[in-house]
């Protein structure tokens, strides 16, 4: 049983369990250290202010998170966001990953975003067809962006419009506490039948 929801604080320990071997592990993610509960509640909170964190469970315990987050500090970057989502190991292969993404991409539109980014560190096929998909295109290719596990990574920065229109002044982005709950809660319902049981 698969139930997609807004993320809350308490959701940082299942979250950290799922993150914490990219970080150890793997260079999908350039963070080194894997951050503390506390630290993971803080993130949580700061990104629900504004941007759209949600996560999936499966029978009842977190099993894959995805949300927003800025995607550069100037204030003419407002409606542009950046886009992460991570799976659990045992919960690969049964398009949770697209269910999340589904969600947060439409809640994102919802709330005005115009341009959203990611970040994916090369070689990833997976990742770069993951992203294609869903009309990502390529941005450009940040060379020797990052160094871990003992070597250099290139970083290729992948980006999908969703503005109707570049023509005119993007509206007023409204933070995602004002998106209307049924709205979001049909959205949900909608991304949890993309997944499928392995």
Request: with cysteine.
């Amino acid at each position: 049983m698969f139930k997609i929801r807004f993320a809350v604080e308490n959701d940082a320990i299942d979250i950290l369990d799922i993150y914490s071997p990219y970080v150890q592990y793997s260079s999908v993610t350039f963070e080194c250290e894997v951050p503390r509960s506390f630290e993971m509640q803080r993130r949580i909170n700061m990104v629900n202010n504004t941007y759209p964190w949600v996560v999936c469970e499966k029978d009842g315990k977190v099993a894959g998170y995805a949300y927003a987050h800025s995607f550069a500090e100037r204030a003419a970057y407002n409606w542009s966001v950046e886009l992460s989502v991570y799976i659990r190991e045992d919960c690969q292969r049964c398009n949770m990953a697209s269910a999340l993404y589904y969600a947060v991409i439409e809640l994102l539109k919802l709330q005005g975003f115009c341009t959203a980014f990611a970040r994916i560190t090369v070689p990833n096929e997976k990742s770069v067809a993951f992203h294609n998909a869903f009309g990502f295109s390529e941005a450009g290719r940040l060379h020797n962006a990052g160094y871990k596990l003992g070597a250099w990574h290139d970083v290729l920065i992948m980006e999908k419009p969703m503005a109707e229109s570049f023509s005119r002044a993007p509206s007023q982005i409204k933070p995602i506490t004002q998106i209307d709950k049924e709205l979001s809660e049909d959205l949900f319902v909608k991304a949890e039948k993309i997944i499928r049981e392995r």
